[in-house]
């Protein structure tokens, strides 16, 4: 059951992914689920299934925004599958879904979910990813998770 101190942090990443980017994001992705947070993200592959794989394997509960109409799109850690029709405008709702933002690696999408989410005034977590103002850079998975789930309760 979730309430009012449930934690939703979004992971986003690339969907062409590196071995490191997806290993960072499963753990990533357990470490939420472990701590009882809502992780929320593109709902299909790459970073966005490792990091619902490491939630799912956890326990956890995992949101997936989907770009297209058909709910099978969805990566298959995904418990709760969102099918928007909007392509990739759905990264704004995958943001406004969050309370903090991990991102791992990543390409122009991660890039757009990135400037949409410090647009809107959320702490974002970079492990391996942009290297721009805005992104606090973390290390380790347990970093980028211990500060997302602290910026998160501070929503």
Do not use: F
Not at 52 to 58: C, F, P
Not at 77 to 94: A, K
């Amino acid at each position: 059951m979730t309430g009012a101190s449930t934690r939703y942090v979004a992971v986003i990443g690339a969907s062409q992914a590196t071995d490191e980017d997806l290993r960072d994001a499963e753990a990533v992705g357990a470490l939420l689920a472990r701590a009882g947070a809502i992780v929320v993200c593109g709902g299909r592959r790459g970073v966005m299934a490792a990091a619902a794989k490491g939630a799912a394997q956890a326990g956890g509960t995992v949101i997936g925004m989907l770009p297209g109409e058909g709910r099978s799109d969805a990566n298959e850690w995904v418990t709760v599958s969102i099918p928007t029709g909007m392509g990739e405008l759905r990264n704004g709702l995958i943001v406004r879904t969050a309370e903090a933002m991990i991102a791992v690696g990543g390409a122009y999408g991660t890039l757009s979910e990135i400037a949409l989410g410090l647009s809107a005034g959320l702490e974002v977590y970079g492990l391996h990813t942009w290297e721009i103002e805005g992104i606090v850079a973390v290390d380790t998975p347990e970093a980028a998770v211990e500060r997302a789930l602290a910026a998160a309760r501070s929503r």
